[in-house]
C-alpha cells in the first residue's frame, strides 16, 4: 500500500494528535502512524482512566477523554490514521521528498516529517511466571476497567501505573490485591497514601511464584518474604504493572542526533539533524526541556509550522490566529 500526504507524524499519542490538528489547520494533508493498535499512544495503553490535572483549560480531565477530544479537533483535517504498524525505513528521493516504508510494507511518502514518538516503541515487562496465560486472565494494561467487574483481581507492582489501576478497580471489582516485591512504593506520595485509605489489600516483600488454572486463571501462589509456605490468592484476572522497555528502533537508524541514546536533539525550530525532519514531545532533548505534554503541544505547532515552510519556503511561518476569520461577538447588553 501506498499512501501520499504533505507530512507524515510518526506517534499518535497527544502530541501527535494535536499536530495532525495543527498541519489541518496550515491546509497540509497528513499521516499519522503508531506501533499501538488505538490512538493516544501512552495515555490510552498505561492511564485510559486516570485523571491528568497538567492540561491548559481542563481542571482535571481523563486519558481517554482527551484522546477523545484531541482526535475531535483534528477530525476536520481529515489525517490518514496508520495503527499498529511500526515506521521502519527513511529513504530520501532525488526531488527531496521522503518514502517512510513500515513493518508491513507501507509506503508513506511525503515531504515532511514530525516525529512524536513519546519513548519510543514500548514493550511491557514481561511477569517472570505464567506467561501462558497471557491473554487468559494475565494483562499489562487496564483499557476497559468495566471488563474487570466482579473479579478477584492481583496487581503485580509497586509503581503510579499499579496503584493507579489498584485504586480505579477498587470500587468495580470484588477484590483488589496488590503485590509488591519491595517493602516501599515507588509510587507518588499522594497515591500510596489513597492505598492505604483504601480496601486493597496489600502483600508487600512478595513476588507471584505461579499462576494456576485451566483455560484461564483461578489462582495465584505468592512468595513471600520470611514465610514458609507460599500464599494462595484466588483471583481471576491478574495485571502485571512492572514497566516497560521503551526504545527508538529503526528510528536510530534515520541519520538523527540522539542523546543518551534516547531523545533526538532538535534546535529551537524543532528541526533536528536531518532536513525536513523535525521532532516534538518526549521524544526530543534540547537544553533546558521539560517533559510534559501541554510543552509537546507547543513543540509540536513548532514543528508542523517549519514543516509548512520547508515544504513551500514561500509561505509565512506564523500562520495567523485561530480567531482571525471568525466573526466578531455581539455586544452585550448593558
Known sequence: ?????????????????????????????????????ELGGQVSALYPEKQIFDIAGYP?????????????????????????????????????????TT?????????????????????????????????????????????????????????????????????????????HRRAAFRAHAATVTQLDQSSVQVITDAEISSLHGGDAVT???????????PRRVDCQRVVAALGFLANLGPLREWGLQLHDNRHIVVDSAMRTAVPGVFAAGDVVDYDGKVRLISVGF???????????????????????HSTDEQPAPAPVAA
Not at 28 to 34: E, M, Q, W
Open 1 to 37: 500500500m501506498s499512501i501520499e500526504v504533505d507530512i507524515l507524524i510518526v506517534g499518535a499519542g497527544p502530541v501527535g494528535l494535536y499536530g495532525a490538528y495543527y498541519a489541518g489547520v496550515r491546509g497540509l494533508r497528513s499521516a499519522v502512524i503508531d506501533s499501538l493498535p
Open 60 to 100: 482535571a480531565v481523563r486519558g481517554r477523554d482527551l484522546i477523545a477530544a484531541l482526535t475531535l479537533q483534528a477530525a476536520p483535517a481529515e489525517p490518514r490514521y496508520i495503527l499498529g504498524q511500526h515506521a521502519q525505513r527513511l529513504h530520501r528521493t532525488d526531488t527531496g521528498r521522503y518514502v517512510v
Open 103 to 179: 513493518n508491513r510494507g507501507t509506503e508513506i511518502h511525503c515531504g515532511a516529517v514530525v516525529i512524536t514518538a513519546g519513548i519510543g516503541t514500548f514493550t511491557p515487562r514481561a511477569l517472570p511466571v505464567g506467561e501462558g496465560y497471557l491473554g487468559k486472565g494475565l494483562e499489562y494494561f487496564v483499557p476497559d476497567p468495566l471488563s474487570y467487574a466482579g473479579a478477584d483481581v492481583v496487581i503485580v507492582g509497586g509503581g503510579d501505573s499499579a496503584l493507579d489501576w489498584a485504586l480505579m478497580l477498587e470500587p468495580i471489582a470484588a477484590t483488589v490485591t496488590v503485590v
Open 219 to 229: 489462582h495465584a501462589e505468592i512468595t513471600v518474604k520470611g514465610e514458609a509456605a
Open 298 to 320: 507547543g513543540e509540536v505547532a513548532t514543528a508542523v509550522n517549519n514543516a509548512a515552510v520547508h515544504l513551500d519556503p514561500s509561505t509565512q511561518l506564523f500562520p495567523g
